[in-house]
Protein backbone atom coordinates (compact mmCIF):
# COMPACT_ATOMS: atom_id res chain seq x y z
CA UNK A 1 0.00 0.00 0.00
CA UNK A 2 1.25 3.43 -1.30
CA UNK A 3 2.32 5.77 2.11
CA UNK A 4 3.25 9.48 2.46
CA UNK A 5 4.00 11.30 5.22
CA UNK A 6 4.94 14.57 5.34
CA UNK A 7 7.08 16.82 7.87
CA UNK A 8 8.87 19.64 8.29
CA UNK A 9 6.23 22.48 8.40
CA UNK A 10 6.30 25.56 10.81
CA UNK A 11 6.00 28.81 11.51
CA UNK A 12 8.59 31.15 9.92
CA UNK A 13 8.66 35.00 9.00
CA UNK A 14 8.87 36.29 5.50
CA UNK A 15 11.84 36.23 3.88
CA UNK A 16 12.68 32.74 5.70
CA UNK A 17 12.85 28.57 4.72
CA UNK A 18 11.97 25.91 5.57
CA UNK A 19 12.30 22.18 4.17
CA UNK A 20 9.32 20.12 3.74
CA UNK A 21 10.07 16.01 3.50
CA UNK A 22 7.59 13.64 2.20
CA UNK A 23 8.47 9.87 3.32
CA UNK A 24 7.04 8.07 0.72
CA UNK A 25 6.79 3.64 1.05
CA UNK A 26 4.61 0.49 -0.54
CA UNK A 27 5.85 0.79 -3.98
CA UNK A 28 8.39 -0.48 -6.33
CA UNK A 29 7.29 0.70 -9.55
CA UNK A 30 9.67 2.59 -11.49
CA UNK A 31 7.22 4.82 -13.02
CA UNK A 32 5.71 7.84 -11.41
CA UNK A 33 4.53 11.57 -11.26
CA UNK A 34 4.53 12.83 -8.18
CA UNK A 35 4.23 16.30 -6.74
CA UNK A 36 3.79 19.10 -4.08
CA UNK A 37 0.49 20.84 -3.95
CA UNK A 38 -0.96 22.88 -1.16
CA UNK A 39 -4.21 24.47 0.07
CA UNK A 40 -4.65 28.00 1.49
CA UNK A 41 -8.06 28.43 4.03
CA UNK A 42 -10.87 29.61 1.61
CA UNK A 43 -8.81 28.84 -1.83
CA UNK A 44 -8.64 25.72 -3.83
CA UNK A 45 -5.91 23.24 -3.85
CA UNK A 46 -3.09 24.07 -6.39
CA UNK A 47 -0.03 22.34 -7.25
CA UNK A 48 3.22 23.61 -6.45
CA UNK A 49 6.06 21.80 -7.66
CA UNK A 50 6.39 18.26 -9.58
CA UNK A 51 9.62 15.98 -9.89
CA UNK A 52 8.97 13.11 -12.15
CA UNK A 53 10.31 9.41 -12.43
CA UNK A 54 13.04 10.49 -15.29
CA UNK A 55 13.72 13.61 -13.16
CA UNK A 56 11.56 16.14 -14.92
CA UNK A 57 10.90 18.68 -12.63
CA UNK A 58 7.79 22.01 -12.88
CA UNK A 59 6.74 24.72 -11.09
CA UNK A 60 4.09 26.66 -11.03
CA UNK A 61 5.15 30.52 -11.62
CA UNK A 62 4.51 31.68 -8.31
CA UNK A 63 7.28 29.68 -6.60
CA UNK A 64 9.87 29.53 -9.67
CA UNK A 65 13.06 30.55 -8.75
CA UNK A 66 12.40 30.28 -4.75
CA UNK A 67 11.39 26.49 -4.29
CA UNK A 68 13.41 23.36 -5.46
CA UNK A 69 11.82 19.73 -5.67
CA UNK A 70 14.18 17.15 -5.30
CA UNK A 71 14.19 13.44 -4.20
CA UNK A 72 16.72 11.20 -2.32
CA UNK A 73 16.21 7.84 -3.87
CA UNK A 74 18.45 6.14 -1.17
CA UNK A 75 15.80 7.92 1.55
CA UNK A 76 12.48 6.99 -0.31
CA UNK A 77 11.92 10.83 -0.06
CA UNK A 78 10.82 13.61 -1.60
CA UNK A 79 12.18 17.45 -0.67
CA UNK A 80 10.66 20.93 -1.58
CA UNK A 81 13.24 23.64 0.00
CA UNK A 82 11.11 26.57 0.22
CA UNK A 83 13.21 29.85 0.34
CA UNK A 84 12.03 33.38 0.46
CA UNK A 85 8.73 32.80 1.77
CA UNK A 86 5.83 35.08 1.40
CA UNK A 87 2.80 35.56 3.20
CA UNK A 88 0.84 34.35 0.48
CA UNK A 89 2.80 30.64 0.56
CA UNK A 90 1.05 30.30 4.08
CA UNK A 91 -0.91 27.07 3.52
CA UNK A 92 -1.02 23.01 4.10
CA UNK A 93 1.11 21.49 2.22
CA UNK A 94 0.81 17.93 0.40
CA UNK A 95 2.95 15.12 -1.55
CA UNK A 96 0.92 13.66 -3.79
CA UNK A 97 1.85 10.80 -6.32
CA UNK A 98 0.60 8.16 -9.15
CA UNK A 99 2.22 5.37 -10.42
CA UNK A 100 2.41 5.11 -14.78
CA UNK A 101 4.34 2.70 -16.78
CA UNK A 102 6.42 5.66 -18.07
CA UNK A 103 7.24 9.30 -17.19
CA UNK A 104 6.13 10.01 -20.47
CA UNK A 105 2.59 10.00 -19.03
CA UNK A 106 3.43 12.36 -16.82
CA UNK A 107 3.48 14.82 -19.83
CA UNK A 108 0.87 17.67 -20.40
CA UNK A 109 -2.57 16.75 -21.08
CA UNK A 110 -1.55 13.31 -20.50
CA UNK A 111 -0.56 13.81 -16.64
CA UNK A 112 -3.01 12.09 -14.65
CA UNK A 113 -4.86 12.93 -11.29
CA UNK A 114 -2.92 12.13 -8.28
CA UNK A 115 -4.33 9.26 -6.10
CA UNK A 116 -2.13 8.87 -3.62
CA UNK A 117 -1.77 11.59 -0.93
CA UNK A 118 -0.14 12.11 2.34
CA UNK A 119 -1.75 13.66 5.34
CA UNK A 120 -0.33 17.00 4.47
CA UNK A 121 1.79 19.45 6.95
CA UNK A 122 1.11 23.51 7.66
CA UNK A 123 3.23 26.70 6.68
CA UNK A 124 2.67 29.76 7.97
CA UNK A 125 4.59 32.78 7.20
CA UNK A 126 4.44 36.19 8.75
CA UNK A 127 4.89 39.28 7.66
Known amino acids: QVQLAESGGGSVQAGGSLRLSCAYS????????MGWLRQAPGKEREAVASLDSDGTTNYVYAVKDRFTVSQDNAKNTLYLQMNSLKPEDTAVYYC?????????????????????WGHGTQVTVSS
Open 96 to 116: AIVLVPDAKYCRGSRRPDYNY
Open 26 to 33: GFTATGYC
